[in-house]
């Protein structure tokens, strides 16, 4: 299978594009600089040059392939709802390419909002009516007429040096000089290591159903107090609670999700892909933190 992916050079492009080769698939990954592209071509990929506001790439791309994985994102927290119209108007273009066929398009969602403080996300969950954010990765794809379309929800994708949103709440900390959560700090974020995640999408690109929708999830919750206090013995700094009222000033643009309790299933993807995370666990990775 040839397999189209963006976000080729990303954290979990990388080793996404690895896994596919490993695994005998042929790669064309997206690149928008020369580095990138030597990175690629340096594991035996073929380079497409473009980017997300590149529609027309992103059409030759998918129409060439077989499947698309796409995971690239503008990641401008300072405009985040213009990265989001940027990113449907992407798998628009992903999805015109693919069109009428039975190749699919795999598209990468999150898991915040999903469900209720205490409930369990499941992968039949739909996107909630009162969605809190203007993300319109997964409903923009799951829309498309005659595009087998699936979607991979992601928690925190970790490794020694890299761990989704936990990755700017460390530079906050940093900054602070305290490892802050909010009341209690019991309220949960699901994780994954970034190889176990990897393996997912390319299950997913062999197996996918139509509109199905999996949760790339291998620790359901791991507590917000639990990740403040990994990160306080790793870098010398104490672990406190920050007073609900307050998150906003000490979170900052991360106030919206410090305090999600946000525990997800995998259990329908492991059993339906056959997938089994082996890779260790975020507060592990924690313990490896760089500290200069």
């Known amino acids: 299978m040839r397999v189209f992916v963006t976000g080729a050079t990303g954290f979990i492009g990388i080793p996404t594009v690895k896994e596919l080769i490993t695994a005998g698939h042929d790669v064309l990954g997206m690149a928008r600089s020369d580095e990138g592209a030597r990175s690629l071509a340096a594991l035996g990929a073929d380079v497409l040059r473009g980017s997300l506001a590149d ?25 985040f709802a213009e990265s989001c119209a940027i990113d449907g108007r992407a798998i628009e273009a ?21 469900a209720g403080p ?14 809190p954010f203007p993300r319109v990765s997964e409903q923009t794809a799951l829309s498309q007429k005659g595009v087998r379309a699936a979607v991979i929800r992601l ?3 970790h490794d020694p040096v890299k761990q989704g949103l936990v990755t700017p709440l460390i530079e906050i900390y940093r900054q602070k000089g305290v490892c802050g959560y909010v009341g209690d700090g019991l309220n949960r974020w699901p994780a994954a290591h970034v190889l176990d995640v990897a393996r997912l999408y390319r299950l997913a690109v062999e197996k996918a159903e139509p509109n199905a929708k999996y949760h790339a999830v291998a620790e359901e919750g791991v507590s917000i107090r639990e990740i403040a206090e990994a990160i306080g013995r790793r870098l010398n700094l104490p672990a406190r ?28 993807t492991r059993k339906t892909l056959g997938w089994e995370p082996t890779g260790p666990g975020l507060i592990a990775d924690l313990g490896q933190l760089p500290v200069g």
Do not use: K, Y
């Not at 000033?249 to 299933?265: I, P, Q, Y």
């Open 155 to 157: 928690p925190q994708v």
């Open 118 to 131: 205490g409930q369990l996300a499941v992968e039949t969950d739909d996107i909630p009516a009162d969605f």
């Open 94 to 114: 992903l999805g015109s390419g693919l069109a009428g066929s039975d190749r699919p398009l795999i598209v990468t969602g999150g898991l915040a909002g999903l």
């Open 241 to 268: 609670s920050i007073a609900p009222d307050e998150a906003q000033a000490f979170f900052g643009w991360l106030g919206m999700f410090a305090g999600f309790d946000m525990l997800a299933s995998s259990a329908w």
């Open 55 to 79: 529609l027309d790439s992103l059409r030759q791309g998918a129409s060439t392939c077989d499947a698309v994985i796409h995971l690239a994102f503008v990641h401008d927290w300072s405009n």
